[in-house]
């Protein structure tokens, strides 16, 4: 007799798993919730309404020649680093995917190193680097370092499109006489195509809300969102930060539906 609930007869989760799986979910979304309504103050400071629901940060946000060239660039900075990131990550996880040797596993656990490596660890290094290079407070050191560290994402979500992929397909492309670069334009990349606009999305993501890294190779030309919200907690306790915070945060979940969404339609 299966007294299971899940599939495969498997029992769900029980109270006990869900109430630690909303009290995680509250822990991780509270702060967040604080954040739209410090947004709307009428203070001048950082502070829940006081008296009224006011714009006038939102207003700021979007009048500031300051605050609009730090989304300018941060937009910029994102777009390049993502192209980086998906071109070299794609590759990359084709390259061992069509090779499949354990040489392969060693080249995609060095590509990952970014993902383990503490980000500070990291930044250091990219300071020492990119001072011999002349690449510090630059726009392509800033885009060169998030490409970077963005290809992990990339080559997890490609690497997984690739292992539901049906060998059978290439080999009837190069049977019917089509080079491997028709193969791969024709047949492979198409198939793939979700599992590298969903790396897209994290390498833009990543790049969009990264600060560490900034703060190490940036200086004076080079100000993105983040930035400018870090030097503002330092200097003082402008609101715009707020509502600069729920743009950032809009935009992460905006373009996490869309994942989730290219997510849904491929399995469907």
Known sequence: MNGGHGPGGGHGPGPFARGIAWATALYLLLPLSIVLPVSLTDQRFLSLPKHDISWQYYHNLFTSPLWLDAMAQSFWIA?????????????????????????????????????????IVYAIGLYRYFAWAGLLDTFLGVALAHGVTGIPYVIVTVSTALAAFDPRLEQASRGMGASL??????????????????????AFIHSWDELLIVLF???????????????GINENLDPTMAAVAVLLIGMTLALLLLDMALRRRREG
């Open 217 to 231: 190779i940036a200086s004076r030309n080079v100000y993105t969102l983040p930035r400018r919200i870090w030097n």
């Open 79 to 119: 777009c390049a680093a993502t192209a980086i990131a998906v071109i070299c990550g794609t590759l990359c996880a084709i390259g061992c995917w069509r090779l499949a040797r354990r040489s392969t596993e060693v080249i995609r656990a060095l590509m990952l190193l970014p993902l383990i490596i503490p980000s």
């Open 181 to 202: 670069r028709q193969t791969l334009a024709w047949v492979i990349l198409p198939r793939i195509m979700p599992g590298i606009v969903s790396g897209g999305i994290f």
